[in-house]
């Protein structure tokens, strides 16, 4: 690609995510089984080369004052109390869940790109408008399996254990099926501005890099999840105090943990959440994109 030619950002979107005889947006394309196969591809390889950090994370997010460590100790304590092995636990149910969210981001943005490439003019932000579209979308589906992630996930911080059948039970029987959806609203917002980012940002990124090889893909990807991370962290923070029933409102919780240990307290676990969502992001755009060239060629 040229570097005195360089497409406009509406083409450029339709190109890096939507390579092929699709390319050429109607505004009535249907969306592509393949393509949200592929993205529930990428998100498991991704959730699973990463689970060990996002359960530190987790651990650190809804330690309570008297049991916050480091993330190495929390490391440690995990692997003391159930073994290696206990890093990885929760990961099979964040895959179920991670399965069909990335899916439906992934394969939602596809098309949502393709819908939006359609309008006239050249005003929307492509990439941030059709992720933050598909970011709302897979919230909406899978929310109840991201509060019973964090639920298995935070063992070790409150000193219990629990295995999933009995998460569910126990949540049911103590707080009603409305526990499921504790924080949907701040998940949301946060999962809609999360994936805007994301995706704008890798959008901006790979366009500046020109290069359509999976290397770029990674690259970019990495640098979409780690700056995305960072401005949504706090709001990620309060709502998995929702998830764990600590707190009855948005607003509460974000000034409860304010109160216990200052603006700091919201981007507790946030260093293992970078070395997370970095490589995490990096995997899912790269996995993605050579899924995608696969089911293109044949």
Known sequence: MASDALPSARAMG???LNPGPSAHATGRERPDPGRFAAGGIAGCVAKTTVAPLERVRIAAQVATAARRQSAGALAAAIIADE???GLWRGNG???VRTFPSKAIVFGCNDYYTRLLAALPGDVVPVGAAAGGLAGLTAVAITYPLDVLRTMLSATSADGGQRGASEA???TLRTRGVAAFYVGVRPTMVGGTFHEAARFGIFDATRRAVGADVW????ACGAAAGVAAGVLLYPNDTVRRQLQMGRYDTYVGAARGLVAAGGV???YAGL???LFRAGPGAAIQFATFGELKKLLDSS
């Open 14 to 16: 339709q190109e890096q």
């Open 83 to 85: 073994g290696a092995r």
């Open 93 to 95: 149910i964040a895959c």
């Open 168 to 170: 569910i039970s126990h």
């Open 215 to 218: 290397w770029a893909n990674f």
């Open 264 to 266: 700091r307290r919201l």
């Open 271 to 273: 260093a293992p959440y």
